[in-house]
C-alpha cells in the first residue's frame, strides 16, 4: 500500500489563483480530513469527510471547498488564493468514521502564495 | 466545540532526563487522546494514544496519562535521547458523535547530548 499520498509536493502561487491540492489513499479509509500547518499553531482541521458524498467543515474552512465522490480520493480546492493561505497542507486519513482510530498523515503540500 | 491547550511550547532536557508535557481539553464528551511526534520537514506521526475508559497507557519510554475529571492529558519520555529532539502535539476527538480530531498547539522538544 502506498498509504496516503499528495500531491504536488511544492507549489507557488500568485494572489486570486485557484488550485487544487490532491489527496489519495489506497487502505479504503472511510474517514479522510486535511489540516493546515502555520508555524507555533499547530494543526488546524480545514475539512473532513465521513465516506463518499459526505464532507463537514472542520475550525477554518473559508476559502475552501472539498468533495468525495470516491472512497479513495479527497482533493482539496483553493478557488481564489489569498496570502494568509500560506502553510504546510496535510491530508490525513482512518478506517473507521463512527469509532476512534488511528489517523495516518500524507506528506504534505507546501504552498505559497505570493 | 473542542479546545485543546497544550504547555510548554517548547522544552529542553539533557539527554537521559525525563520530559512532560501537558494538554487540556474543553470538551468533556472527548473520548480518545492520541499524540504525534513530528520531526523536521516531515509528516506527523502517531506515538501513542489513549481512550476515556483507561487511565494510563506505557509503550517503553513512553506514557501517557489521561484525568477525565481535570481534562487533562500529559505524554511523558524517559530516559530521553537525542533522537526525541522533535515537535510533539496532543490532540482530542470529542464525543461520540464529532469526527473531529483537535490539535494542540505542540511543544518543541530538544535533547541535549
Known amino acids: 500500500n502506498a498509504g496516503v499520498t499528495q500531491t504536488p509536493k511544492f507549489q507557488v502561487l500568485k494572489t486570486g489563483q485557484s488550485m487544487t491540492l490532491q489527496c489519495a489513499q489506497d487502505?479504503?479509509?472511510?474517514?479522510m480530513s486535511w489540516y493546515r500547518q502555520d508555524p507555533g499553531m499547530g494543526l488546524r482541521l480545514i475539512h473532513y469527510?465521513?465516506?463518499?458524498?459526505?464532507?463537514d467543515q472542520g475550525e477554518v474552512p473559508n476559502g475552501y471547498n472539498v468533495s468525495r465522490s470516491t472512497t479513495e480520493d479527497f482533493p482539496l480546492r483553493l478557488l481564489s488564493a489569498a496570502p494568509s493561505q500560506t502553510s504546510v497542507y496535510f491530508c490525513?486519513?482512518?478506517?473507521?468514521?463512527?469509532?476512534?482510530?488511528?489517523?495516518?498523515f500524507g506528506p504534505g503540500t507546501r504552498l505559497l502564495v505570493l | 466545540g473542542e479546545n485543546v491547550e497544550q504547555h510548554p511550547s517548547t522544552l529542553s532536557v539533557q539527554e537521559g532526563d525525563s520530559a512532560v508535557i501537558k494538554c487540556t481539553y474543553s470538551d468533556s464528551a472527548s473520548n480518545y487522546f492520541p499524540w504525534y511526534k513530528q520531526e523536521l520537514g516531515k509528516r506527523p506521526q502517531l506515538i501513542i494514544d489513549?481512550?476515556?475508559?483507561?487511565g494510563e497507557k506505557k509503550d517503553q519510554r513512553i506514557a501517557v496519562t489521561l484525568n477525565k475529571t481535570a481534562k487533562h492529558f500529559s505524554l511523558h519520555i524517559t530516559e530521553t535521547q537525542p533522537e526525541d529532539s522533535a515537535v510533539y502535539f496532543c490532540a482530542a476527538r470529542g464525543g461520540d458523535s464529532s469526527y473531529k480530531l483537535i490539535f494542540g498547539s505542540g511543544t518543541r522538544l530538544l535533547v541535549r547530548p
Open positions: 490525513a486519513s482512518s478506517r473507521r468514521a463512527d469509532r476512534v482510530e488511528t489517523q495516518y
Open positions: 489513549i481512550r476515556s475508559n483507561v
Open positions: 469527510s465521513v465516506g463518499a458524498g459526505i464532507t
Open positions: 487502505m479504503n479509509h472511510e474517514y
